[in-house]
């Protein structure tokens, strides 16, 4: 059982164009994260959720939109994509304020922007 | 603002040698997480070893160990016994309790050789 999964794993597209990245997380945690992964490897926060509630938006440009309908899901929706858009794109999962507090993080999707 | 350093952009050692990566941080926080982890070539965000701050023992995973020297504010990793599988790029992060933010280093690209 996978247990932060998200789709798709590589996305190709055309700059200007909108897409989505899916992410769901069975571990049952109350708190879910984006994060970017640049071309030199750093990983950069982007956005905490906190049961479907907004918690940090690290300066990122309103084209991309978080939506969290549930608890167990964050989706990242990214319109007129630019070639700087190309990375990868993590999302992850925590249950925050226990003391095994740990992140959880899916595989990873692999966006490029021609 | 909270940072974290690791100074060593790539390291090499043969198979079966001890290697030490290093990570210091700096915070004003006096209860928060330390953590390593792994990025092999298949891209999954691995969780090598996990430190709280308030406890002075230091962290071990089978052939992982940490130096946590907290008034330092340094968090070394020492894999001993490496193994080819063991290569990967090693990510040391720091997250305040509570904070729902991981800061990640800038990574250590480890090559283990036979």
């Known amino acids: 059982d996978t247990a932060v999964s998200q789709t798709p794993k590589y996305l190709v597209t055309q700059m200007g164009n909108d897409k989505s990245i899916k992410c769901e997380q069975n571990l049952g945690h109350d708190t879910m994260y984006w994060y970017k992964q640049d071309s030199k490897k750093f990983l950069k926060i982007m956005f905490s959720?906190?049961?479907?509630?907004?918690?940090i938006n690290e300066t990122v440009p309103n084209r991309f939109s978080p939506k969290s309908p549930d608890k167990a899901h964050l989706n990242l929706h990214i319109n007129s994509l630019e070639l700087g858009d190309s990375a990868v794109y993590f999302c992850?999962?925590?249950?925050?304020?226990?003391?095994?507090?740990?992140?959880?993080f899916g595989s990873g999707t692999q966006l490029s922007v021609l | 603002a909270q940072t974290v350093t690791q100074s060593q952009p790539e390291m090499s050692v043969q198979e079966a040698e001890t290697v030490t990566l290093s990570c210091t941080y700096d915070t004003s926080e006096n209860n928060y997480y330390l953590f390593w982890y792994k990025q092999p070539p298949s891209r999954q965000m691995i969780l090598v070893i996990r430190q709280e701050a308030y406890k002075q023992q230091n962290a071990t995973e089978n052939r992982f160990s940490v130096n946590f020297q907290k008034a330092a504010k340094s968090f070394s990793l020492k894999i001993s016994d490496s193994q080819l599988g063991d290569t990967a790029m090693y990510f040391c992060?720091?997250?305040?309790?509570?904070?729902?933010?991981?800061?990640f280093g800038q990574g250590t690209r480890l090559t283990i050789n036979p």
């Open positions: 992060a720091f997250m305040p309790k509570g904070a729902q933010k991981l800061v």
């Open positions: 992850a999962s925590s249950q925050v304020g226990t003391d095994n507090e740990k992140l959880f």
């Open positions: 959720y906190n049961n479907k509630e907004l918690i």
